[in-house]
């Protein structure tokens, strides 16, 4: 028996499960715009790079629009100088400003707190 294995795998599993629901939540009740701005800040922080390689195709699947409400979007974070958008890269120029547009789940749903439920970095 392995008790220090189960705990961490019970916080792992606690965590996770409080996320997707606040993501269903968030998707349910939150605008595409502030929900691609919390999607952008998130998968920089996970990746560690401002930069991030996301096409129109996948970032349409993940916030469940088309990729040409996706197209929009982005032309108007861009406008307003948060990101920089190119086939298939975007580009975080304005990180506390993206985070003005994101809904208040960024605050909520941080990736930190699924590492920090197991004691290892992800």
């Not at 996301?54 to 629009?65: I, N």
């Not at 605050?107 to 930190?112: E, K, L, M, P, S």
Request: aromatic share 4%.
């Amino acid at each position: 028996d392995q008790p220090a294995l189960r705990d961490m795998i019970g916080s792992y599993t606690e965590v996770a499960l409080a996320e997707a629901h606040q993501l269903a939540a968030c998707n349910a009740t939150h605008d595409a715009t502030s929900r691609l701005a919390r999607w952008l800040l998130q998968s920089a922080d996970r990746s560690g790079s401002e930069r991030l390689p996301l096409t129109q195709e996948f970032l349409a699947q993940m916030l469940s629009v088309r990729r040409t409400t996706v197209t929009l979007l982005a032309q108007a974070l861009q406008r307003k100088g948060l990101i920089k958008y190119s086939r298939g890269q975007i580009t975080i120029l304005d990180r506390m400003g993206l985070e003005r547009d994101a809904c208040e789940c960024y605050g909520v749903i941080h990736y930190d707190r699924l590492s920090n439920a197991i004691g290892i970095k992800i």
